[in-house]
Each structure stands twice: as structure tokens, then as C-alpha cells.
């Protein structure tokens, strides 16, 4: 299946694009600059992209995004330290983030004629992010049915929805992901911060999934307290962070 990875330049939708890349048919990476704080992100995009041999569109949307106050990773606002599960995460939520990027990359993927797009949501993100449940991709599954009716076909693929993030490791790493050219950390410093709630969750995916993690942390042991903070939490019937 033709497929367009929608791809941020982080562990989880580079390793996508590998996976992809390997079982499907990859004709692009498409990202967004969203006005994000950690737009270096976008770097490891583009680097992945070339290191694949496809297209990279980069879509400008940062007048949107300044219109999406209210995030930490959009305004003024401190990105918080500590585990997902905790209440204070909240603040990294950007409104309506994937629908609009889903919404420009389906228009985009059905004018190219491919067959699905790819998101890189997974269940870790389900407490925090209420457009990465499972619910909201078949709503926007439906939705896009009825926006692209009468032309072709377009899927959401989505495989990780289900999943931990230690499992995008251990399907990243089968995939041979370079873990080390990807980007995770929500400052957007020189190096990642290890104690914002995104390097948390990187630093725990690696220790669950046996893997080595190539990543240089500011602070590589803020994890630990940070996930013995946390408790399990439950989001429409579904355990989170456990």
C-alpha cells in the first residue's frame, strides 16, 4: 500500500517510517511546523527522509499554532518536568493538533493517489492526548470517509495505537530504526533535557523494551523518581502509564 508517514522527527513516527519503509510501500514524510518550541524536531524529519530515499514536505502551519494558545509547547508557558501521568502534563496538550495535521496530510495523500496515511499515536499517549485514543481514529477514520467520498480510498494506519512506547522500541529496533537520529525532548535544547515528561517516557521505553538507548540526557536518572511518582491512571475504560 502506498503510504504517507506523517512524521514529527521523534522515536516513534521515524521508527513508523521504517517500519513502513520495510513492509509497505513509503512514497513520502510529511511534517508540520506547527510553531512548536522544539522545532528541531524537524530536523531529524528531514534526516530520516533522505536516509529513506523519499520526498519530505515540510508544511509551514505556525500561524495556526499561534492561534493554539494555551500549550507549553506553543506559548509562554514552562514545559513541566515529570511522568505523563501527572496532572500537570495537561499543559502540553495543543488543541486540536492532530486533526488539523491529519485533516491537511489525508487531502495531501489523496491528491498523490496513495492509500494511507500513517500516525505514529500509541497508547501511552491516551491519558494525556485525547486525539491519539483509539475512539478519535475511527472517528477520523469516518469522517475522511465521508470528506473523500466518491474518490479514492484513504486508510489511517496506525499500528502502535495499542501499544506502549516500549513497544514502538522493540518494533523500531527490529526495523533498525537509528534511535540516536530521532528527537524527543520538548525543550529543544542541545541535548535532551531527561526530565520533561517526553524524556521521561523515552528513557522508561528504552528500560522496558531491553534495549539500549543511545540518547544523551541532561539528567539520566530523573526517570526513575519520576516513574515512581506516577500512578496508574484510567481514561475512558483504558489503563494508561501503568
Known amino acids: 500500500m ?39 524536531e524537524l530536523d531529524y524529519a528531514a534526516k530520516a527522509a533522505a536516509r529513506l530515499g523519499v520526498p519530505h514536505d515540510l508544511l509551514d502551519i505556525s500561524a495556526i499554532g499561534r492561534h ?12 513541566p518536568d515529570g511522568h505523563y501521568a501527572e496532572e500537570t502534563m495537561r499543559v502540553t496538550v495543543v488543541p486540536n493538533r492532530n486533526a488539523i495535521m491529519l485533516a491537511i496530510a489525508f487531502g495531501i495523500a489523496a491528491a498523490r493517489g496513495a492509500d494511507a496515511v500513517a500516525a505514529a499515536v500509541h497508547g501511552g499517549d491516551h ?42 522500541v522493540r518494533e523500531g529496533a527490529r526495523v533498525d530504526t537509528p534511535f540516536a537520529e530521532t528527537w524527543s525532548c520538548y525543550k529543544g535544547g542541545e541535548h535532551h533535557c531527561g526530565s520533561c515528561g517526553t524524556c521521561v517516557e523515552r528513557r522508561e521505553a528504552f528500560h522496558e523494551a531491553g534495549v539500549a538507548d543511545p540518547t544523551i540526557y541532561d539528567d539520566p536518572d530523573f526517570w526513575l523518581a519520576a ?3 506516577a500512578t496508574p491512571r484510567q481514561t475512558n475504560g483504558e489503563a494508561d502509564h501503568v
Open 68 to 79: 493554539l494558545s494555551g500549550s507549553a509547547l506553543t506559548d509562554a508557558i514552562d514545559v
Open 2 to 40: 502506498k503510504t504517507l508517514v506523517v512524521c514529527s522527527g521523534g522515536l516513534d513516527s521515524v521508527s513508523l517510517a521504517h517500519k513502513v519503509a520495510r513492509e509497505r510501500t513509503l512514497i513520502g514524510l510529511i511534517s508540520f511546523d506547527y510553531g512548536q518550541r522544539h522545532r528541531k
Open 227 to 229: 516513574t515512581q511518582r
Open 127 to 168: 491519558f494525556i492526548y485525547p486525539d491519539c485514543r483509539p475512539g478519535f481514529i475511527d472517528a477520523f477514520q469516518a469522517m475522511q470517509d465521508a470528506a473523500l467520498e466518491g474518490m479514492d480510498a484513504v486508510s489511517l494506519y496506525t499500528p502502535f495505537v495499542n501499544g506502549s512506547k516500549g513497544d514502538i
